[in-house]
């Protein structure tokens, strides 16, 4: 009787395998190792529906940060690749694991922060000059910490400040070491300072009392890139719909779905393939 | 009723039991916590009709009966049944009722048909048969241990003797019951006796002893003080220990 | 205040309004984690009876380790999952990871020792009121052991609860060997953690009430099982 009901139990249990496998093997999806900023700005909500009912090519996207979608893709867990750190970017490619990299769309970065403003950063227009003030006035600044693209640009800025945060980390300098969104709950229920993507702030709906402080620098331009896995150092790799998906991104059609995607009437993407 | 014997080969090859006695313990000693509580115990039981091991609580009386049924293994000495030394093989011909019955937690006719599967027939026939036995017929559908004490130890019973055993080991099993029910089981055990089961029936009811025994083992601070047929043990008792007991005096 | 007001609110509107996506996600769940939970109990069931009744050496030590297992942080097993299920791992050939039988796998992982821990201790307190009697009674091992688990079967059914409670619960194993693909491995756990992160609290903490209702339903229904069915069958 119990043997009876764990052979059942057991087929059960395969057949749903099986069935996982069937997905898995699907011939027409792709899956594309991405950031969250623009999986949580609703970029592909807006973008896949066009690109699966033209082409019938499902999309997969899994959402990460810039430094673990490029990890998973030198693991072969991919076949497409959109993330937003050009350095990291053109090592992958040179190391054999990605066949191009294209500028695909840019946005911009910004600092955002409390309404009280304790460091005065409000209005100024260098990004380096106001990390400095928050760092004079030790006021409370929350930092990605997972060597995300967001993080990495944030890095390079605070190299250029001189001044090195990882020695007040736990102070008035704050890892969260997880996601753009969950950075800023964090950031908005500390009062910190935060860099974000101006995508994921805009369509962030937990913003206190918080508001855009810094804006407009060229150090803060956010490039972001698209790239197809090698299928030469990943045989798994799905390349035909892979680079379909990119050539569409980068076409005309592509480019235009890019820039009508808005939210609060606000386009997020500037798009800028060549 | 009389409980059919299953015709199996072990009935063919043993046509008849075999001259003197079926069942020998052999020096036995069994020490626990420090205590000796069975010490040097040599017994031969001829393995048919109803041996009552009688005696005063904390005797060894059911440390003895498992001893022999093969699920305690002695420190010295040996059990032999048939010659062959008690353990799985021989336990698998024989059964025991404890005093606290262990039911299954399913229905009374389920605990029955479990041990007929294990014993690898299911007997619809034979299990409705057992339970009318008893006279759990009404009850073959409630859940064991929803019945009353009685009825629980009767249906242990029913169980014990649905693997057909040629020997019966009970060790106590109406202790603490109401007398409607010691009666039934003592006609159960009775029937057992007319069919050549073997029985070995551990109590400390002198009553009980007079009513069912053909023969009484008297068991004293893990010593047996007398084995003896039973008329001649309860008309003249051997030993001063066995006369005190009979006599109703506190033995210990 | 004012958010678990709003929060219950869209929580009622989600429900009432049978958002598809709401029914998919909430179907995906259930299907991964009573899955899982049957995984569990087909391995989990087998490795508690024999602690329970089997004596050999080194039995002590299995079984503090896998009292210990049962502490096994959700991430840490979503990860060895992720690194065995990777292209790049010795199981990526069988293309798992990103689908639904990666989260299982994940899960499965994750409970099993919470089934065998829990179920050797409701086997091993039933077996040492039986065994002297399927001594007595020349039982196999195996006719042991079935009769073990069935009449262990309500107890049994709580531990595989507890297990599904746990699995249905957990995100960080399903977040890293699923990916929260939409339509394809979100469950409620990572789509919370989604809307969590973009700052949607109100739907992430409706998305939370939803499914503390959907267990609430899962071990309500148990237990109207174990009633009637006790009413008729147990003691």
Wanted: glycine fraction near 10%; charge should be negative; include cysteine.
């Amino acid at each position: 009787m119990i043997s009876r009901l764990f052979s059942s139990a057991a087929a059960a249990a395969a057949l749903t395998l099986a069935a996982g496998v069937a997905t898995a093997q699907d011939d027409d999806s792709i899956i594309v190792q991405s950031t969250t900023s623009t999986a949580n700005s609703g970029l592909y909500d807006h973008l896949l529906p066009i690109f699966e009912g033209a082409t019938g090519i499902e999309v997969h996207v899994v959402a990460v940060g810039t430094g673990q979608a490029i990890r998973n893709a030198r693991n072969c867990d991919g076949d497409v690749l959109l993330v937003h750190a050009r350095p990291a970017e053109r090592r992958f490619v040179a190391d054999g694991m990605g066949v191009e990299r294209f500028d695909l769309m840019y946005n911009d970065f910004v600092i955002v922060g409390p309404e009280a403003d304790p460091a005065g950063i409000g209005g100024m227009e260098d990004a380096q000059e106001a990390l400095a003030a928050i760092a004079g006035a030790e006021a409370v600044f929350a930092s990605r910490g997972d060597d995300s693209g967001t993080h990495k640009t944030e890095m390079a800025l605070w190299a250029d400040t001189g001044i090195d945060p990882a020695a007040h980390s736990g102070a008035w300098y704050r890892e969260t070491g997880s996601g753009m969104g969950a950075t800023l709950n964090a950031g908005v229920g500390m009062g910190a300072y935060v860099m974000t993507d101006r995508a994921t702030w805009t369509s962030f709906a937990n913003k206190g009392d918080f508001g855009i402080l810094v804006e407009g620098d060229a150090d803060l331009h956010n490039q972001y890139g698209v790239i197809l896995v090698n299928p030469e150092a990943c045989p798994s790799v799905n390349a035909e719909d892979g680079r379909a998906f990119i050539d569409w991104l980068l076409s005309p059609a592509g480019q235009a779905a890019i820039a009508a995607h808005e939210v609060d009437s606000r386009q997020l993407f500037f798009p800028n393939a060549r | 009723m009389h409980e059919p014997r299953p015709a199996g080969p072990a009935a063919a090859t043993n046509p008849a039991p075999p001259a003197g006695p079926r069942l020998r313990a052999e020096a036995i000693t069994l020490t626990q916590g420090g205590r000796r509580l069975l010490d040097g115990v040599d017994l031969d039981l001829a393995g048919g009709g109803i041996t009552m091991v009688l005696g005063p609580n904390g005797a060894g009386k059911s440390l003895l009966l498992k001893v022999l049924h093969g699920l305690i293994a002695p420190d010295t000495g040996r059990v032999l049944w048939d010659g062959r030394p008690a353990g799985q093989a021989t336990r698998r011909r024989q059964a025991m009722v404890f005093q606290r019955p262990v039911l299954l937690r399913r229905s009374a006719a389920a605990n029955i048909d479990f041990v007929l599967r294990a014993r690898g027939r299911r007997d619809r026939a034979r299990r409705d048969a057992l339970l009318a036995h008893v006279g759990l017929d009404a009850h073959a559908s409630r859940p064991a241990r929803r019945l009353s004490g009685g009825e629980q130890q009767r249906l242990a019973l029913a169980r014990a003797l649905a693997t057909g055993p040629e020997l019966l080991f009970l060790d106590e099993p109406t202790a603490s019951l109401d007398p409607a029910s010691v009666l039934r089981i003592e006609q159960v055990v009775a029937a057992a006796r007319a069919d050549d089961t073997g029985v070995v029936f551990v109590t400390h009811d002198v009553g009980q002893a007079r009513r069912l025994a053909d023969d009484i083992v008297f068991l004293h601070r893990g010593r047996v003080v007398e084995h003896a047929p039973a008329a001649r043990f309860f008309d003249a008792p051997a030993s001063a220990a066995a006369r005190d007991f009979l006599a109703g005096r506190i033995v210990v | 205040m004012q958010d678990f007001a709003d929060a219950f609110a869209r929580a009622v509107t989600l429900v009432i309004s049978g958002d598809a996506d709401l029914i998919e996600i909430v179907a995906l769940s259930l299907r991964v984690s009573l899955t899982a939970t049957l995984l569990a109990c087909a391995l989990g069931l087998p490795i508690g009876a024999l602690l329970a009744i089997a004596r050999f050496p080194g039995r002590g030590a299995v079984t503090v380790v896998i009292n210990a297992l049962m502490g096994l942080p959700p991430v840490v097993v979503g990860l060895v999952v992720y690194l065995h299920l990777s292209r790049a791992g010795p199981l990526g050939f069988l293309g798992l990871l990103y689908t639904p039988a990666a989260m299982i796998i994940a899960q499965t992982v994750l409970i099993t020792p919470i089934v065998a821990a829990l179920s050797r201790q409701v086997l091993e307190d039933l077996h040492a009121e039986y065994a002297e009697q399927f001594r007595s009674l020349c039982l196999s091992r195996r006719a042991a052991v079935g009769a073990l688990l069935w009449d262990g079967r309500y107890s049994l059914l709580t531990v595989a609860l507890a297990g599904f409670g746990r699995a249905v619960a957990e995100v960080g194993a399903v977040m890293v060997v699923g990916g929260n693909i939409d339509h394809l491995t979100r469950v409620m756990t990572t789509a919370i953690a989604l809307e969590t992160s973009r700052g949607e609290l109100a739907l992430a903490l409706a998305l939370g009430i939803v499914l503390m209702v959907i267990a609430l339903g899962v071990n309500a229904l148990v237990h109207g099982v174990h009633q009637s069915a006790a009413r008729r069958a147990h003691a």
